[in-house]
């Protein structure tokens, strides 16, 4: 395990030079299964494309129906089916750059598998881990998965138009945040409505 | 790897042995994080208990947010923390039921990690692998997560009552288990409203 974890870091950091030598934002995007982020990914990409080019990798243990959605819109698209792997690796991301050869002064999305646990110990060179929570999960998910929102630099609350419809307590999910890390923003959006996707792209194009 | 899971087999072994010997039923309840699994046991719990014993083990990373609820309504229960673990073991799975000494002729609910992925692959020595999905998670995810859905003895559909504000495609969710799984009986519930939880306490009750 030692040594899994060892070999991973070293091509992470390859990865991490190749991204910053070529200044490309590499975006590694965790949630659970269904929290959104192929949504959100979709709704960023589309903001972002005005102005500066974008490429996605879709991780998944099997199917391809998220890179065919992405695809079907015009956008560079790798899938990544992982085989029963429950989370991306470095090499993985290798492997997907290699494919895509995305742009100088790009953005590239890289959605991780739809899992709280495993993604958030595994380095893949990224520049920014976003974590998607989503309303119906319930506003107690920071308090069970910390690595997750400790690891986060930036998290997402997604399917804020669910709200009205489900019991969800959104200062005791921010508390549980802040708990663990006083760092990263909390965006609250809607990909239902669109509420809450101008301010995370002013974010996107303010940093990047 | 190998050996990890070779020991976890032999382990789930002597607790199935123990299972059978007692004619206890042991539930596996396996799900994404926040689709719903401490609230279905605690609609089951509250209906089985009227003619049988029961008891819970909770399985999460960190937190007793479960087990607190679970203890405050008067049954057995066990927390057991994994401290990072993204699922339950044969081994901890002993422990608990050893803490927790559960009558003959009863149910014991073993609630895993909320993670879709590699609780699959631990054998606990369950009776039964009970897995559950919610409507906000999508339609796709028999299309994403096999094995899962593969291992299920039984599937619950949760949250039924959020599918007018979603897009939620049953036929394609069901035929999305179909394709992998012709014996698992599926279940459509709302922990909300009520709606199904009956009918799941019936199949319970003529089953075990």
Redo the contacts between chains.
């Keep these: 395990m030692k040594n899994i974890m060892s070999s991973n870091h070293e091509l992470a950091e390859k990865n991490r030079e190749y991204f910053k030598l070529n200044n490309i934002c590499a975006v590694n995007v965790m949630a ?3 929290a959104g982020k192929t949504s959100i990914i979709v709704d960023l990409i589309k903001g972002i494309s005005k102005y500066s080019d974008v490429s996605v990798i879709e991780g ?4 391809s ?1 998220d890179s065919d959605k992405i695809e079907n819109m015009g956008f560079k698209v790798m899938q990544i089916n992982t085989g ?1 792997g ?1 989370h991306l690796d470095a090499n993985m991301v290798k492997e997907g750059v290699n494919a895509l050869k995305p742009n100088k002064d790009s953005i590239i999305f890289i959605e991780n ?6 993604p958030s110990s595994f380095d893949l060179g990224e520049s920014l881990k976003m974590v998607i929570s ?1 309303v ?3 506003d ?2 920071p ?5 997750m929102f400790e690891a986060a630099d930036m998290v997402v609350l997604n ?1 804020t ?2 709200i009205p ?2 019991d969800f307590d959104k200062d005791n999910f921010i508390k549980g945040i802040k708990a663990l890390n006083l760092n990263a923003p909390i965006f609250e959006v809607s990909c239902k409505t669109g509420e809450g996707i101008k301010e995370l792209l002013e974010y996107f194009r303010s940093k990047f």
Tied chains: 1, 2.
Excluded: F, H, T
């Design positions: 659970s299964p269904g998944d243990i099997a199917s129906i029963g429950c598998v739809g899992n709280l646990v495993c989503s119906p999960e319930g107690d998910k308090y069970k998965y910390l690595s399917k138009d669910l419809y489900i």
